[in-house]
Structures are given as C-alpha cells and as structure tokens.
C-alpha cells in the first residue's frame, strides 16, 4: 500500500511520457550509487519501460542481486531516504510454483512516484519482470490492448490494492502470450 504521501495523486493511467526513460535513469543513478557492487544490475520494467504504452506515472526499478541481504540492503537505501514497503506481498512473490524472496521500496516523500524492486538475480520474479517488459515492446498490438484494459480498469477500481488485485488474473494471461513470444523469438534475460 502507499505511503500516506503517496495518496494524493489518485489512480489514473496516463499517456505514455517520453521523460519516463529519463526519470528512470536518475533513479537508477541513485540506487547504484547506495548499492554499488551488491547492484548487479538495474532495469527499468513495468509499463513505463515500454515506449508508446499508457501507465501510472510510476517508476518501477529492478535491482537485481547475487543474495537478498535484507538488512544490509535496507540500510543502504535509507542512506538515501527510500523507504521499505512493508506489506507481505512487498516481500515475497510466487513464480513458477516457488516462493522468491523481494523487497520493495518507496522514494522519498515529495519525490515522483516509484517503487525499486529488489530481487534476487537467479529468481524467475526477475526474469518474468523483463519478459513482460520485453514482450509489449516488440508486440504493439499487446501493448495497445494492455493500455486499453489499463485505463479501463481505472474506471472500476477505487484504488490501488485493488487495481492491483484486478490486474492479476489478466496479467497471467498476458504472460502465457510472453512465454510463447519467448521461445518463438528466441528471447533470454539481458544482462
């Protein structure tokens, strides 16, 4: 859930932003600079990774890491004013019938909207992250029915958790479609 902060801008799917590459970089500069070498590498994922597709006007990150050190990646993005997301789904998440340790983390208050997600570079949370990223960049008639029921959802949904909720049937129908895409086209896990 969000911080109390966070609650003002309300639920909304926007055009996609040309700045979103940009934002994405000046957060992924920070987090690098906290993190150092325990960052093996930072992705931009989520909608607003994908040019020409609709989002929230949220950043997501990934940071993948050799180990999820809680405590020591914790207190390395406090150095920076991010703060953890405590809520159970914020700590774990299931793929491929396995539990896959995660931590999630808000900016600090008055800084735009992001979550940087922490997995753990081996976990197939990360490798679906980037699946679904790279599949609607190459797939515009995906993307495009993605927007779609996106900004449809906004209209039923009262807020997040439950936009959240909403969208998780769907988004494993969308992925069944990436998995096939991946082996069709060859696809691996960029480096």
Not at 141 to 162: G, H, M, P
Not at 173 to 181: D, G, P, R, T, Y
Not at 183 to 188: I, L, V
Request: with cysteine; aromatic share 8%.
């Amino acid at each position: 859930m969000p911080f109390p902060d966070e609650l003002s801008t309300g639920l909304h799917v926007v055009p996609y932003d040309p700045e979103w590459p940009t934002a994405f970089s000046l957060i992924a500069a920070r987090a690098q600079e906290a993190l150092g070498s325990l960052a093996e590498t930072i992705d931009h994922i989520g909608s607003t990774a994908v040019p020409g597709l609709a989002a929230k006007d949220c950043i997501d990150v990934q940071v993948r890491v050799a180990v999820l050190d809680e405590d020591r990646l914790i207190g390395q993005f406090d150095k920076i004013g991010f703060r953890v997301r405590l809520e159970p789904w914020n700590r774990v998440e299931v793929a491929a019938g396995r539990k896959w340790p995660k931590l999630v983390f808000a900016p600090p208050i008055g800084e735009r909207a992001s979550n940087v997600h922490v997995r753990e570079t081996a976990s197939d949370t990360a490798r679906r992250n980037l699946l679904f990223r790279d599949f609607l960049r190459a797939n515009d008639a995906a993307r495009d029915s993605w927007a779609e029921f996106k900004s449809r959802l906004t209209s039923v949904a009262t807020n997040i958790y439950q936009y959240g909720e909403l969208k998780a049937a769907p988004t494993e129908i969308l992925m069944i479609a990436a998995e096939s895409w991946s082996r069709e086209a060859g696809w691996s896990v960029p480096l």
